[in-house]
């Protein structure tokens, strides 16, 4: 891929994308948005000593969202060439005009573009072009040999590791006055271990780390000694006997807690009435420890931007203080269809009013419980707050990390469950947007399955 400056790059695809803009508009369109992308990446697979698969992905895209008439239609096309553009947009424009009119469909009040900060992101690592196939080979082939250089006597069946770069870039406009480019690229490792028990369980331990700068990345020997030993830790696991306990849950863990809490929020589940927090704003819904503030501008963040999907200008902003719901994410279809004046549907890098202690040391305090490191699958609703999920980890005795336990079932309200948080730790995830720390939560419902 040849060299080209920052600027020019943004140029040319922003052009292209206002020449579909006005094409569409020719054809009949009253307002577009249109996004042109390009992206290159390359994985590589690799298990027990040899490449299992190399993926190169080459991608190139445009996409439009047109209002025809008070009607409303999304479509894309990955054949860019003048006449297949040409072509793609009448037959787009015809199929618009067949649809049922949705009056809520529009573009938004371009007053909102404004404000945009002037704040360097630094979302594009420019050695990603410099890396080789043998790199990435090599790298892969590292993290095999880290794991299995400390693993003694441990059961190992299969060690598999994978390393994984691209690049991308993006340019958008709106017909009514919005525009906007940005590039990135992403890094990422991993290393999954396998063991194998008498009884015939396998067991696996991960570990994986993702940046958008491969120096920000964790070191393999660091990746490989997790996956490792949380392989080993799971060897002879064991059911859990039913009842309540105090939790402590991994930071890798807590996003899908996270989330189940705060789907509700969304203009989506709001205008549909599903949501249980409907009418909480500014009531206390959780513990007084929790409080998540959204960080668009965090540089080298993994969710970082300086606009969100309707194109409003992003500002940092509180999601839940001391536990008191702080805001709704509406975007601004959802808004018009509720009345109400939008706040912002995306949320990107979440920062968390930290603790003083590490996983250990929350362990520590606890003194007696289960320590969870990992969820399995499971459901929760926001209508209700209803919640269950399959979990696994190890007991806590003692102030220690004992036995591990297996096919454990976690069952309640996600809403109890965030008003029993009683302790946060200082140890966020940095492979994670969430931001999220150790999390311990009192009389939590667990069941052996």
């Avoid at 996004?35 to 895209?61: K, P, Y």
């Avoid at 409303?72 to 199929?95: G, I, K, Q, W």
């Avoid at 870039?169 to 709106?174: G, P, Q, T, Y």
Wanted: aromatic fraction near 6%; glycine fraction near 12%.
């Amino acid at each position: 891929m040849a060299k080209i400056e920052q600027g020019q790059k943004g140029a040319q695809l922003l052009e292209l994308a206002h020449e579909a803009g006005r094409k569409a508009r020719a054809l009949g369109a009253d307002e577009a948005r249109v996004a042109i992308s390009r992206a290159r990446g390359v994985e590589v697979e690799w298990r027990d000593g040899q490449v299992e698969r190399v993926q190169e992905r080459t991608r190139r895209g445009l996409s439009v969202e047109l209002f025809v008439d008070g009607r409303y239609a999304a479509m894309s096309t990955n054949d860019l060439r003048p006449e297949a553009v040409d072509r793609f947009l009448a037959e787009a424009v015809a199929m618009t005009r067949l649809l049922e009119p949705d009056p809520h469909r529009c573009l938004p009040d371009p007053a909102r573009y404004a404000g945009r900060a002037d704040v360097d992101l630094q979302l594009c690592d420019a050695s990603q072009a410099e890396v080789t196939s043998d790199a990435r080979r090599a790298l892969a082939a590292e993290l095999e040999a880290r794991v299995r250089e400390g693993a003694g006597d441990l059961p190992i069946v299969s060690v598999s590791s994978g390393v994984d770069d691209d690049w991308g870039e993006s340019a958008r406009i709106h017909t009514n006055g919005f525009e906007g480019w940005r590039e990135g690229t992403h890094f990422s490792r991993s290393v999954q271990v396998t063991l194998k028990e008498p009884d015939g369980r396998r067991p696996m331990g991960w570990s994986y780390t993702v940046r958008r700068f491969q120096a920000d990345l964790d070191a393999p020997e660091k990746i490989a000694l997790e996956a490792r030993e949380r392989a080993r830790l799971q060897l002879g696991a064991g059911k859990l006997s039913t009842g309540r306990y105090t939790v402590v849950v991994d930071p890798k863990a807590t996003p899908r807690l996270l989330g189940a809490f705060l789907a509700p929020i969304s203009g989506a589940a709001l205008q549909q009435k599903r949501s249980l927090w409907d009418g909480k704003l500014g009531a206390q819904i959780a513990s007084k420890l929790l409080t998540i503030h959204d960080d668009p501008w965090r540089v080298r963040g993994l969710g970082s931007a300086l606009w969100d999907g309707d194109g409003f200008a992003t500002r940092p902003r509180p999601i839940i203080e001391a536990g008191v719901l702080s805001t709704y994410l509406i975007d601004d279809y959802y808004a018009r269809k509720m009345g109400v004046a939008p706040t912002g549907g995306s949320t990107h890098n979440f920062v968390w009013a930290y603790g003083d202690r590490a996983l250990s040391g929350l362990v520590a305090d606890v003194g007696e419980g289960v320590y969870i490191d990992r969820f399995l699958g499971g459901n929760s609703n926001e209508t209700t707050g209803e919640l269950s999920l399959g979990c696994a980890g190890r007991v806590i005795r003692g102030g220690q990390l004992a036995e591990p336990v297996t096919e454990v079932n976690l069952a309640g309200h996600f809403g109890a469950l965030w008003e029993a948080l009683v302790a946060v730790g200082n140890d966020p995830d940095p492979n994670s947007s969430s931001g999220a720390p150790s999390c311990v939560f009192e009389g939590v419902q667990l069941s052996g399955v």
